[in-house]
């Protein structure tokens, strides 16, 4: 996986030996884990995956998966007036 803004194979042929999953985000506390990615090919799109963290088990809690616009990062705007 490759790291935000970095390169990676979007397509379905590989030219250049890239990554074929780009992280587009990701946070932990002490509990969970929650990694959002990219991947590449004919079916391009996004998944996150949410992990409840144990000792040196992490456990799948659930994915989501979306093609289109990756999730945004900022806060809505708060309404003026």
């Known amino acids: 996986m490759s790291n935000p803004e970095d390169r990676f194979e979007a397509g ?3 030219f250049f030996n ?3 999953r780009r992280l587009v985000f990701g946070g932990i506390s002490d509990r969970y884990c929650l990694v959002h990615y990219e991947y590449g090919g ?3 799109g996004y ?3 949410l ?3 144990s000792g040196n088990n992490p456990n799948l809690c659930g994915l ?3 093609a ?3 999730a945004s990062t900022s ?3 708060k309404p003026t007036g």
């Open 12 to 14: 379905d042929v590989s």
């Open 18 to 20: 890239l990554p074929r």
């Open 42 to 44: 004919i079916a391009h």
């Open 47 to 49: 998944l996150t995956a």
């Open 51 to 53: 992990f409840e963290l």
């Open 64 to 66: 989501m998966q979306a």
């Open 68 to 70: 289109g616009t990756p």
């Open 75 to 77: 806060l809505p705007k």
